[in-house]
């Protein structure tokens, strides 16, 4: 199923148009993008709540996104990243403060 579509504007110029799913991909990616730039640098810890939830949230979106484009290499792999973001959220333990 292809779910992009594109059109011709007046100049002939070809536009991608994105529609619900494109988006929901999208957002889920870019959180799991941001999740990853802030760890690397050095802004949050692998450790750290909003760490597990960007990647939780963001796979669990990327992952559906996946689903309804039936695209079963990134179902598996985002569907592996939203467990395993779960058990991270699961298993979370707030930092004691001294």
Same mark, same amino acid.
């Given at each position: 199923?292809?779910? #992009?579509?594109?059109? %011709?504007?007046?100049?002939?110029?070809?536009? *991608?148009?994105?529609?619900? %799913?494109?988006? =929901?991909?999208?957002?889920?990616?870019?959180? +799991?993008?941001?999740?990853? +730039?802030?760890? =690397?640098?050095? $802004?949050?810890?692998? $450790?750290?709540? +909003?760490? &597990?939830?960007?990647?939780?949230?963001?796979?669990? *979106?990327?992952? *559906?996104?996946?689903?309804? *484009?039936?695209? &079963?290499?990134? %179902?598996?792999?985002?569907?592996?990243?939203?467990? =395993?973001?779960? %058990?991270?959220?699961?298993?979370? $333990? $707030?930092? #004691? #403060?001294?």
């Amino acid at each position: 199923m292809n779910n #992009v579509c594109y059109s %011709i504007q007046s100049n002939n110029e070809v536009v *991608m148009e994105m529609n619900i %799913i494109d988006w =929901v991909g999208f957002v889920g990616v870019f959180q +799991i993008l941001l999740a990853y +730039i802030l760890n =690397v640098a050095g $802004k949050v810890n692998s $450790k750290d709540l +909003i760490f &597990i939830l960007l990647n939780l949230i963001g796979a669990g *979106m990327a992952c *559906m996104a996946s689903i309804l *484009m039936n695209y &079963i290499p990134f %179902i598996i792999l985002e569907g592996v990243w939203t467990l =395993v973001s779960f %058990i991270s959220l699961w298993s979370y $333990k $707030k930092p #004691v #403060v001294p």
